[in-house]
C-alpha cells in the first residue's frame, strides 16, 4: 500500500469506527439524536418533565398530583374526567357515555356539594345548594 492509498483509506477506517462508537461514549442527546428509543425495566428519578405519557397501567405509591384527570373509552371519547370547574375552578367530577354524552357531575362550591344528573334528552337535574355563597357572620370580639 502506497502512501496515497495510506491517506484515503485510514482516515475513512477511523472515521467509520467513531461514528461506531459515538454512542457509547457520548450521550445521544448531546448530538442530537432525539428520536431515540429507551428500553429500561425501571427508572429511578425524583423528577421528569414531559408533553405526554403513554402508559398501560400506572400505580402511584403516593399523592400524585394533576391538574386534570381524563379517563378514555374504548372509542377513545371521555368517559370519566376529574379537575377544575371552568367557571368556578372548584372541583368537580364528571361521568359521559361511551359517545361522549354527560351523565353525572360532581360539584364542589362554596355553599357545599352540588350533583347534576342528566338524562337521555340532556335535562339536568340538580340536587344541592346553587345559590351565592353566604357570608358568615363576624364573631362577638370581647375585651
Known amino acids: 500500500m502506497n502512501s496515497?492509498?495510506?491517506?484515503t483509506v485510514y482516515p475513512l477506517l477511523f472515521l467509520a469506527l467513531g461514528l461506531?462508537?459515538?454512542?457509547?461514549?457520548?450521550?445521544?442527546?448531546?448530538?442530537?439524536?432525539?428520536?431515540?428509543?429507551?428500553n429500561s425495566g425501571e427508572v429511578a428519578a425524583r423528577?421528569?418533565?414531559?408533553?405526554?405519557?403513554l402508559a398501560g397501567r400506572v400505580i402511584c405509591q403516593g399523592p400524585t398530583e394533576?391538574?386534570?384527570l381524563?379517563?378514555?373509552?374504548?372509542?377513545?371519547?371521555?368517559?370519566?374526567?376529574?379537575g377544575p370547574d371552568q367557571k368556578s375552578s372548584n372541583g368537580v367530577l364528571e361521568t359521559f357515555?361511551?359517545?361522549g354524552r354527560p351523565l353525572l357531575q360532581l360539584h364542589s362550591s362554596d355553599r357545599g356539594g352540588i350533583i347534576a344528573i342528566f338524562n337521555h334528552s340532556g335535562r339536568v337535574f340538580v340536587?344541592?345548594?346553587?345559590?351565592?355563597?353566604?357570608?358568615?357572620?363576624?364573631?362577638?370580639q370581647t375585651e
Open 4 to 7: 496515497r492509498e495510506r491517506w
Open 97 to 99: 357515555t361511551a359517545d
Open 127 to 140: 340536587l344541592g345548594e346553587t345559590g351565592p355563597p353566604v357570608e358568615e357572620q363576624p364573631q362577638n
Open 47 to 53: 423528577k421528569i418533565e414531559c408533553g405526554e405519557i
Open 66 to 68: 394533576c391538574r386534570t
Open 20 to 38: 461506531a462508537l459515538r454512542d457509547k461514549v457520548i450521550p445521544p442527546l448531546r448530538f442530537g439524536n432525539f428520536g431515540m428509543a429507551l
Open 70 to 82: 381524563i379517563v378514555q373509552g374504548p372509542k377513545g371519547l371521555p368517559i370519566v374526567g376529574i
